[in-house]
C-alpha cells in the first residue's frame, strides 16, 4: 500500500471544497485560507535551514534564489511575479512576500509552474530534507502536483492590494476605498500604532463625519496610491497636506471581518488604543453591508452603488425672482404648496459632487443640481416639519440668469428630514474647491 502524507489528504479536500464554491474563486470564501495556509505548510515541510543562520529561509527565498539561477530566459513568469512581489511595499517580512507569491500564483494559474522550476533546479531543491520533504518524494510529488493542476484551472479572483497583514494572517481584513471630494480638510484623527494608522475619532461636522464611511478603529491603508504601511509619526498628515484640494481615494481597512467580529489580527492592536484612549468608541462598520441592513430596517431608505437614498415627496417648484437667500424659504415654499400640484415619489441620491431626483416609478430624471448652484437650504416651520427645500439658479449654466427657483420636497418623518438638509448644507460648503 502506497504511503499517504496527512498534509496532501488534507489539501485534497480543501481543493474539493473550493471547487463546489462556484466558478471563481474571491477572498471572501471560506475554503481560502486554509488552502493557502496548506499550500504553505507543504513549501515548508523539511525546509532545511543554513548552517550560519544569518536570516531565517523561507520558501521565499527558494523562489527568489530560483530566479538567479535562470540563464536563458525561462523563467521569466516566476520573475516577473518576484519582481512585483518584491517592490510591494505593503509587505516587511520573507513570509508575507511568500504567501503573495502564492496568491499571484493562484490568480495567475503559474503555481504548478513554479513549483516545476523549483524541482527541476538541484541548487535549490538540495534546501529541502529528503527525508522530510513532500518535493524530495517521488511518491508525494506526483499527487501534490495533480492537486496544483486542479487549482490551476480554477478562476481566482484575488485583491492583491489587500495584502498589509500577510505578514501576520492568511485571514485578510474587509479592504474598501473611500472616494473622497476635494475639500479643505478629511477630518479624521489618527493614532500611529506598530507601523498602521489607526482613525481614532472623526471630527464633528468633517466630510469623513457627513458621509460616514470610516469609522473609529478602522486603518487607513493607502492614500491616492501611497501605501502607509510601517508608517511613521505624522506621515498620513504630509501625504493629505500635499493632496489639500484634490480628490482622494482612501483605502480603508475595517475592524470587523467579514463575519461581523473583530478582525482577529487586530484585538491586540485595538485592546492597546484602549488603554490609551479610554473614550475610544469603536464605530459601527459602515459598509455594503451594513448599508444593507439600514436599507432593510428603513423603508424609507434604499441602497444604490453603496450609498443610501432617500425616498421622498416632490411637491414642486416655482420661481422666486432674483434673490435665493434662506430668507426667501418661508414664504417661497408656501408658494410651491399653493399650486396643489400632485406629488410623486422620488428617489433622491446625495452624491459627493451633486444631488439628483428621479421618479420612483418610472425612473426618469426630475432634476439634477451641482451643490456650488444651491444657495440655501432648510426646513419648513409647519405643519410637522418634513417639508424642506432649497433654492437653486433657473439657468446657472447662462450669463442671463431667469432668477432663483425653489424646490420643495417632503420627508418620512422629522428626524430623516434633518438629516437630508444638513448632507445638502454640507455638500456645498465642502464643495467650496469647485467654485
Avoid at 134 to 160: A, G, Q, T
Avoid at 310 to 333: D, H, P, R, S
Wanted: glycine residues 6%; hydrophobic residues 40%; charged residues 20%.
Amino acid at each position: 500500500m502506497a504511503p499517504k502524507d496527512p498534509l496532501l489528504g488534507t489539501l485534497k479536500v480543501c481543493v474539493l471544497n473550493l471547487q463546489s464554491g462556484g466558478e471563481t474563486v474571491t477572498d471572501t470564501n471560506p475554503h481560502l485560507a486554509s488552502c493557502c495556509e496548506l499550500l504553505e505548510l507543504v513549501l515548508r515541510k523539511g525546509l532545511q535551514q543554513p548552517v550560519i543562520r544569518l536570516v531565517h529561509r523561507d520558501y521565499w527565498q527558494c523562489f527568489e534564489q530560483l530566479t538567479h539561477q535562470d540563464a536563458c530566459g525561462r523563467l521569466s513568469a516566476l520573475s516577473l511575479a518576484v519582481e512585483q512581489t518584491r517592490v510591494c511595499r505593503k509587505l516587511l517580512s520573507a513570509q508575507g512576500r511568500g504567501r503573495y507569491l502564492l496568491r499571484l500564483a493562484l490568480s495567475r494559474k503559474a503555481l504548478p509552474q513554479f513549483i516545476t522550476h523549483l524541482l527541476h533546479t538541484p541548487r535549490i531543491l538540495e534546501w529541502y530534507s529528503p527525508a522530510m520533504s513532500i518535493l524530495r518524494n517521488e511518491e508525494f510529488v506526483e499527487p501534490f502536483m495533480s492537486l496544483l493542476l486542479v487549482l490551476s484551472h480554477m478562476e481566482f479572483k484575488l485583491d492583491m492590494e489587500n495584502c498589509s497583514f500577510l505578514d501576520e494572517s492568511w485571514l485578510l481584513p474587509v479592504c474598501e476605498t473611500y472616494e473622497v471630494v476635494p475639500c479643505r480638510e478629511v477630518g479624521m484623527v489618527l493614532r500611529y500604532l506598530n507601523g498602521r494608522v489607526f482613525v481614532l475619532d472623526l471630527m464633528h461636522g468633517s466630510q469623513a463625519d457627513v458621509d460616514k464611511f470610516i469609522c473609529p478603529g478602522d486603518i487607513i491603508d493607502e492614500i491616492n496610491g501611497t501605501s502607509l504601511r510601517n508608517s511613521k509619526n505624522g506621515q498620513a498628515g504630509v501625504v493629505l497636506s500635499r493632496l489639500k484640494g484634490c480628490p482622494l481615494s482612501i483605502v480603508v481597512l475595517r475592524w470587523r471581518a467579514q463575519d461581523g467580529t473583530v478582525y482577529r489580527p487586530l484585538i491586540k492592536l485595538l485592546r492597546a488604543l484602549r488603554l490609551e484612549n479610554p473614550t475610544l468608541q469603536l464605530g459601527p462598520a459602515y459598509s455594503h453591508q451594513s448599508a444593507t441592513k439600514n436599507q432593510r430596517s428603513s423603508p424609507s431608505q434604499c441602497l444604490k452603488e453603496g450609498r443610501i437614498v432617500y425616498m421622498v415627496e416632490f411637491l414642486g417648484k416655482t420661481n422666486i425672482g432674483m434673490f435665493g437667500g434662506k430668507e426667501v424659504l418661508q414664504y417661497a415654499i408656501p408658494q410651491v404648496l399653493e399650486k396643489n400640484l400632485p406629488s410623486k415619489e422620488v428617489l433622491l441620491d446625495m452624491k459627493e459632487t451633486h444631488l439628483t431626483c428621479t421618479d420612483r416609478s418610472s425612473k426618469v430624471e426630475v432634476f439634477e443640481h451641482h451643490y456650488p448652484e444651491i444657495s440655501c437650504v432648510g426646513r419648513f416651520g409647519r405643519p410637522n416639519y418634513t417639508i424642506f427645500a432649497f433654492c437653486v439658479a433657473d439657468s446657472p449654466e447662462t450669463p442671463q440668469s431667469t432668477g432663483f427657483c425653489c424646490v420643495a420636497l417632503k420627508a418620512s418623518n422629522i428626524k430623516e428630514c434633518e438629516e437630508i438638509v444638513c448632507r445638502i448644507a454640507t455638500g456645498f460648503k465642502h464643495t467650496e474647491w469647485f467654485v
